[in-house]
Structures are given as structure tokens and as C-alpha cells.
């Protein structure tokens, strides 16, 4: 009998260290050798210290800097471990909200943030992605008519010229990968240090 399993066992010891740790080291290598900033993360230094990534969202509640997507990730409640408390951008538990297009909850919290939203910018309509949450909940990008649609708040915050603040929402659009993939968006995190570069 262990004759004729000792090949099954065999194959599989062999294709377990191909597949499962021959395979993933030499990606890993490649990576890091031909993208050595994005297999490290995508990390943004400010002064020496690293102050997030362009890939995962962080949120800024400041008039004076861009909002990004909300987030509807979640962390355990510190305080009792069976609930959850709101945590956006938690790249440990990144996933969307379980509301759906019928849930009242979500409808109001929509409603709510519109009407807040209007008085900012009265005069324009709200774009969908600064009431509504990404299905990651770590989008670090928004749309660029979601950006300039604040651009009003954040030039009256830092005391700018609107068509200043404009401009580099403008200069931070990166269109479609490739010409054919995704949409046009702006990265929150890079027009937000840009944005501290031009109000010194």
C-alpha cells in the first residue's frame, strides 16, 4: 500500500514547495527589483517619515485639506469585543458596509450628508462618491468632479484664490490606465501635500 501512495506524497511535497514557497519567493524577488516602491507599499515620506500610502485612503476631516471616500471599515470595540466600533480606512478589516439600496439607515445617512454638503457648495451638484462608501473601504482617490466640487471650502480655509486651489486639483487628475482602465480620479493624500506645499 505505501507503494502506491508514496508518489501521490511525493508530488505533493514537491508541488507544496514549488507552488507554496519556490514560487511566491522569486515574485517576491521580481517585485522588489523591478517596482522596489510599490512592493514596498506605495509609501509617501514627508521629512524623513512616512505619512501613509498612495494606495490606501486616510481621512481628513479639516475644512483646510480634500475629503476622501468615506469608509465603512470597522475595529473591534476596545470596550467589548462582540461589537464594532467605526474605523475608516482600517486596511486590517477593508471591506464595504452591508447596506443595501432599500436600507432606510443608509438612505437617511445619504440624505444627511448631501444636505451638508450643499451648504458648502450650494451651487453644484454633489458628486456620488463623497456620500457614498468604496466596496474596500481604503480608496485613496476620488473623483475628479468630487474634488473640485470642495474646492470652495478648502480655498476659503487656507485663504486662497479658488482658481489656485482649481489648478492643482487640475495638475493631480491622472486619467485611465492605460487609456482603456477605470476612471479619471485624484489622489487625496498627493493633492493634499501639494496643497501644503503652495500655502507656505
Not at 515574485?27 to 490606501?56: H, N, R
Not at 450628508?113 to 468604496?134: H, M, Q, R, W
Not at 466596496?135 to 480655498?155: H, K, M, N, T, Y
Not at 489656485?164 to 492605460?178: D, N, P, S, W
Request: no cysteine; glycine share 8%; hydrophobic share 40%.
Amino acid at each position: 500500500m505505501l507503494r502506491e501512495i508514496r508518489p501521490a506524497i511525493l508530488i505533493l511535497l514537491l508541488l507544496t514547495a514549488i507552488t507554496g514557497l519556490a514560487y511566491p519567493l522569486a515574485m517576491t524577488a521580481i517585485a522588489g527589483v523591478i517596482f522596489p516602491k510599490q512592493a514596498q507599499g506605495s509609501l509617501i515620506e514627508k521629512d524623513g517619515k512616512v505619512i501613509g500610502s498612495s494606495l490606501i485612503g486616510q481621512e481628513f476631516k479639516d475644512d483646510k485639506y480634500f475629503h476622501g471616500r468615506l469608509s465603512a471599515t470597522s475595529a473591534p470595540d476596545p470596550a467589548d469585543s462582540t461589537k464594532t466600533v467605526s474605523a475608516p480606512y482600517n486596511a486590517a478589516n477593508s471591506g464595504g458596509s452591508n447596506l443595501g439600496p432599500t436600507s432606510k439607515a443608509l438612505a437617511d445617512r445619504i440624505k444627511e450628508d448631501v444636505e451638508k454638503l450643499k451648504t458648502e457648495n450650494p451651487s453644484a451638484a454633489v458628486p456620488v462618491d463623497l456620500v457614498t462608501t468604496s466596496g474596500s473601504g481604503l480608496d485613496p482617490d476620488i473623483s475628479p468632479e468630487g474634488a473640485l466640487f470642495q474646492v470652495p471650502r478648502v480655498a476659503k480655509a487656507r485663504n486662497l484664490p479658488e482658481a489656485r486651489v482649481r489648478q492643482l486639483v487640475t495638475e493631480h487628475i491622472q486619467g485611465r490606465m492605460a487609456g482603456l482602465l477605470g476612471e479619471p480620479r485624484v489622489n487625496v493624500l498627493a493633492l493634499n501635500l501639494a496643497l501644503d506645499e503652495a500655502s507656505k
